[in-house]
């Protein structure tokens, strides 16, 4: 039997993940694609380390670029993570040696996509990420192959399991942010340094990297508008369900006339909407297309087994002999979009939370500014009188452009009534 063999430079969840699939699952993988996969080599930092899968007959080298020099060998995995440094040299001297490249590296992908794509390409070689947006989901292949005959306006997603789990238990369990984020810490869903996640910017590197299939682009992280979840209170999810919606962090590409947006930040989703009832650390990722209509893909985002399924697929795909351009089209026609900002390619509907010193007038000093900006109120809540000196009042508008009500909540933040910053969210339909 022939067989398929690879290098893999980490050995960490996802690396040791992938070659317990490759064990468990030998005789799936030689019957859907007639050949054996074989590891051949390792490479990680610390060569004494105790690792949760058995490496009989793979040979270790310290320094993972070395793997691509190895004869025989067809695939070299990274699975190390970063943009830069050892992770980027890996991959470029894969891809330069004519050897087939697989990752989960969403960073390295977002930022330097293009370049790797072109690479690949000018050696009649494969780059491969399926595990490097949304772990076990196929949106990759999805996008790129199932729905290549759409043309796709939309994508949109929870993409961060962490801040999914967090949102969901401020909901669910009615726990405080730090509360919530130390829970998904202790289940391990959560970094010790959970900056990337719950600041928004992992999600913005899959937002760019889902863009760029989507839309035959290069990525193009760096105009990713971000904002993250610190500033969402139990108070505005109990605020949401009340006007029957969730909060959830949504990465979201947009293609206008006016351009390409790409955003990451709390969204009000309605509660009839699939993305309401994704909760704790599952993602999901909705795609439109002209012909297909919508699609709605959901399942685990992260973690050893769902992120080592990914990543075998795209090794299964390369033993089988199938190719495909990196992002759809060939590298050299990946399109530079203009970027514009959220928002200015169409309307949306606003949430307001503002906090209020609890006197009359306050409520007709904020609907001045809101008339004088030709924004229109859909709702106002307000509960209660204050046992202390503020209250929060929250105002849902009717469609108005995001420059529009950022001018709005600006004024607002002004007035000698409003106490703190406002919160203004998007509710996306
Ligand atoms: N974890 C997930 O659920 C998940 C999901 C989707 C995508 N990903 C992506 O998958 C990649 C790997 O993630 P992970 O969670 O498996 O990371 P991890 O557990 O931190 O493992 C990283 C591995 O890289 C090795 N490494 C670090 N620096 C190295 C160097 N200079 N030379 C050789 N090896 C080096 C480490 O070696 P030692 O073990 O010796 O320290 C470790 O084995 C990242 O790009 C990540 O974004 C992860």
Redesign the pocket.
């Known amino acids: 039997m022939s067989t398929f063999n690879i290098a893999i430079?980490?050995?960490?969840?996802?690396?040791?993940?992938v070659i317990r699939l490759l064990q468990s699952n030998a005789d799936f993988i030689i019957a859907r694609t007639g050949r054996r996969i074989i590891v051949k080599a390792v490479?990680?930092?610390?060569?004494k380390?105790k690792?949760d899968c058995d490496m009989t007959g793979c040979d270790w080298f310290?320094?993972?670029r070395q793997l691509a020099q190895l004869p025989g060998v067809d695939a070299v995995v990274?699975?190390?993570?970063?943009a830069e440094?050892?992770?980027r040299e890996v991959a470029l001297s894969a891809l330069k040696s004519g050897k087939n490249f697989v990752?989960?590296?969403?960073?390295?992908l977002a930022a330097h996509g293009a370049e790797l794509a072109r690479l690949a390409e000018s050696t009649k070689i494969q780059l491969s990420f399926e595990?490097?947006v949304a772990?076990g989901i196929p949106i990759i292949k999805g996008i790129r192959e199932a729905m290549a005959a759409n043309r796709i306006n939309s994508v949109r997603g929870i993409l961060n399991g962490t801040c999914n789990y967090i949102l969901t238990r401020m909901q669910a369990g009615k726990l405080s942010f730090n509360d919530a984020l130390q829970e998904a810490q202790r289940h391990g869903y959560a970094e010790a340094d959970p900056a990337a996640d719950i600041d928004g910017h992992d999600t913005a590197r899959k937002v760019a990297i889902l863009a760029a299939l989507a839309f035959g682009a290069e990525p193009d992280f760096a105009s990713v508008e971000v904002e993250g979840i610190r500033n969402i209170a139990p108070l505005d999810l109990h605020f949401a369900d009340e006007l029957q919606h969730r909060i959830k962090l949504l990465g979201v590409a947009r293609l206008t006339e006016a351009g390409l947006e790409q955003y990451v930040g709390p969204c009000l989703v309605p509660q009839t909407s699939p993305l309401a009832g994704v909760d704790g650390a599952l993602n999901a990722v909705q795609v439109k297309g002209d012909f297909s209509g919508d699609l709605f893909f959901e399942g685990q985002?992260?973690?050893?087994e769902?992120?080592a399924s990914?990543v075998v697929a795209d090794l299964i795909d390369l033993a089988r002999g199938h190719f495909s351009p990196a992002f759809g089209i060939p590298a050299a026609q990946l399109k530079k979009l203009k970027a514009v900002k959220a928002g200015s390619g169409q309307m949306a509907c606003w949430y307001m939370r503002l906090q209020v010193v609890d006197k009359p007038g306050v409520v007709a000093d904020i609907s001045a500014i809101l008339r004088d900006e030709a924004i229109s109120i859909e709702s106002l809540l307000q509960h209660g009188r204050s046992q202390t000196e503020s209250v929060p009042v929250v105002i849902t508008t009717h469609a108005a452009s995001a420059e529009v009500m950022r001018r709005a909540i600006g004024k607002m933040a002004r007035l000698p009534t409003i106490i703190g910053q406002p919160c203004l969210l998007q509710i996306e339909n």
């Open positions: 430079a980490g050995l960490g969840t996802v690396g040791t993940g490479s990680a930092r610390d060569k380390k690792r310290d320094d993972p990274e699975l190390i993570g970063g440094g050892i992770a990752t989960a590296n969403k960073a390295l595990a490097s772990g985002g992260a973690g050893a769902p992120t990914a």
